[in-house]
Nanobody
Framework: QVQLVESGGGLVQPGESVTLSCVGSGSLFRLYTVGWFRQAPGQQRDLLAYITAGGNTNYVDSAKGRFTISRDNAKNTIYLQMNSLKSEDTGVYYC???????????????WGRGTQVTVSP
């Protein structure tokens, strides 16, 4: 069993940057692929990026160039750095862990409770 806790959300101005953190439990957390997902108001939960145990990364088109996913295995932490934020980046951000390299939420086994990011003047 893996427990995930996200943090770092809040109210930010358009154009600003924010870094989200996802702390996982257990010594095996470093072996999991971890994805960051966003659920905008009234929308489904969609993948933004994932990072594998070996550090390979994959981004969806909307995240390329502005978002960076990284991991620090010594701290059991996955980061999502988001730059040049726009109002459409508003939503609840979730991290999830699984054993597959997948863009689909259904392939992830463990989920955090999410952290709210609101981009507004």
């Amino acid at each position: 069993q893996v427990q995930l806790v996200e943090s770092g959300g809040g109210l930010v101005q358009p154009g600003e940057s924010v870094t989200l953190s996802c702390v996982g439990s257990g010594s095996l957390f470093r072996l999991y692929t971890v994805g960051w997902f966003r659920q905008a108001p009234g929308q489904q939960r969609d993948l933004l990026a994932y990072i594998t145990a070996g550090g390979n990364t994959n981004y969806v088109d909307s995240a390329k160039g502005r978002f960076t996913i990284s991991r620090d295995n010594a701290k059991n932490t996955i980061y999502l750095q988001m730059n040049s934020l726009k109002s459409e980046d508003t939503g609840v951000y979730y991290c999830a862990a699984g054993t597959l390299w997948s863009v689909y939420g259904r392939d992830y086994d463990y989920w955090g409770r999410g952290t709210q990011v609101t981009v507004s003047p």
